[in-house]
């Protein structure tokens, strides 16, 4: 029998003026942009996080804390790659990611593709190996008001032989 394991992340920021916003990796025009240490990708930490979640290995936080300066301003793919790389050194490898994000405004959709084809890259698989969808919250909560983006991840893994 494969050995499987599943795991969750969820992540959250502020939409501020002067900022980027960097979803997947993909750098989307808007007006306002994800405010956070690093680059804010809330995309990523979710999956960073439902990785890490997979394997009991804690969060983002342990491995990136917000209070180290080596992090600031950091690209979340490559602290998204340094966690491939935990997964990998202790014998697993990813199946399949699904994500979900939130957000009332930019639409999404055009972007989907792109962020795919990011993190697959950065993941060594392949884009179908991943799902990213995008959803408003039907102007509710902090998404729905514009204040800021959240994004949920799964993550399956197999054991490698």
Do not use: C
């Amino acid at each position: 029998m494969t050995a499987l394991r599943i795991g969750n992340g969820y992540d959250i920021h502020r939409l501020v003026p002067g900022r980027d916003l960097i979803l997947g990796g993909v750098n989307i025009p808007h007006e306002l942009g994800l405010l956070g240490h690093s680059d804010a990708d809330v995309l990523t930490h979710a999956l960073m996080d439902a990785l890490l979640g997979a394997l009991s290995l804690g969060d983002i936080g342990h491995y990136f804390p917000p209070s180290d300066p080596q992090w600031a301003g950091a690209d979340s793919l490559e602290l998204l790659k340094q966690v491939n790389e935990l997964v990998r050194e202790r014998g697993w490898r990813i199946a399949n990611l699904d994500s979900v994000i939130v957000a009332e405004r930019p639409k999404l959709k055009p972007h989907l593709g792109a962020m795919k084809e990011k993190l697959a890259a950065v993941l060594g698989i392949t884009p179908e190996q991943i799902g990213v969808k995008a959803t408003t919250n039907e102007q509710l909560g902090p998404e729905g008001r514009e204040e800021g983006i959240s994004a949920y991840a799964t993550a399956l893994l197999v054991q490698e032989n």
